[in-house]
């Protein structure tokens, strides 16, 4: 909401996201377009830059000289921490948006970047309580700023009456392999052997391991689907329209203690109950036995998702509080506008 004192102060202000990717990247897309859409609609005059090639950075001194802000999201090469320090020379404001670890293998050049940024840019918006603490303890000015859904992008689901329930994960499948296999393949095996089910995969990404573990189970129908457009909101919304069930395995390490549960906000933004590892910030988005089911070992994946996959009625309940919350409390539209207090 926006506040009185916020209405009365308000000024439209020039604000320039630079982006390690396109539509199809999911952070920039959630974080960056969407954000920078709804701050848009708020009218500030909002413009987004890739820097994904070292010459993308000759063309960005225009764009710091007409803009009043910057805003990095998860960008943090030691060219984007030379742009930020002349931006600031240049009397502008900066803003580091970070939503994942500084690095999946640890890094320690991109850890070392990414504490520069956080320490010098005038603010953090941390996507977890983990990267919140992370930012905290490289001396940033942080700012929780959880993930959030365009919820206009995502249709309740209407509960199927099939016989056999879709148990459906979606995302890049190219880094999950793990996740997936480790975390489901004995869970899957039990249930399988006394339930009709379907395990739909959207972005398989062409994993063999995938195919390889998920195929040998007896009584397991399988649905690999290895691409989606991601940029297109109907098409994401086609791929988990039959998902009955939303899975989101996490191993809990020293990467995905920083997630920002975007996934399970997905699932619960179309009333798809989800069954979700205890990791991250999975705990804090959903709410055990109320809008979702946290777990933490094979047994308990096997006791949740036999609870849903045998009770219709408690996976329309769930799916309809999920949604609920998100609603409440993760809609872009309410996240734009605390970050546009912000950056005033």
Known sequence: M??????????????AFILLGDRNKASSRVRGYWIGEELEAL???????NTQLRQDYLRILPV?????????????????????????????????????????????????????????????????????SLARD?????????????????????????????????GNGAHYVEDLS?????PLRSLAAQYNIRLKI???????????????????????????????PEAVMRAVEDFDIGLYPLIENKFNIYKCAFKALEYMATSIPVVASNVGANGDVITHESDGYLVSSPDEWI???????????ARRELGANGRAKVEERYSTKALAAQVSELLL
């Not at 926006?2 to 604000?15: D, E, P, W």
């Not at 002349?86 to 580091?96: C, I, S």
């Open 2 to 15: 926006i506040t009185n004192a916020y209405a009365q102060g308000f000024k439209s202000l020039r604000i």
């Open 43 to 49: 009218t500030h005059h909002v413009s987004y830059h």
């Open 64 to 132: 710091v000289m007409r803009h009043d802000i910057l805003i990095f999201q998860k960008q943090y090469s030691r060219y984007d921490v030379a742009l930020l320090r002349m931006a600031k020379l240049m009397g502008k404001r900066v803003f580091f948006d970070i939503d994942d670890a500084p690095s999946r293998i640890g890094s320690r050049i991109s850890q070392r970047n990414a504490a520069t940024m956080m320490r010098e840019a005038h603010g953090v918006f941390a996507g977890s309580h983990n990267l919140e």
């Open 138 to 170: 490289a001396g940033g000015a942080v700012h929780f700023i959880p993930s959030g859904i365009r919820l206009a992008q995502y249709k309740t689901r209407s509960p199927s009456d099939t016989e056999q329930i879709c148990l459906g994960w979606i």
């Open 182 to 186: 480790s975390i489901l393949e004995a």
């Open 202 to 232: 959207v972005g398989a990404c062409g994993e063999p391991k995938l195919a390889d573990v998920f195929g040998s189970i007896d009584g397991l129908t399988l649905d690999l689907v290895d691409e989606v457009n991601w940029s297109d």
């Open 303 to 313: 006791a949740c998702l036999s609870r849903l996959i045998s009770d219709g009625s």
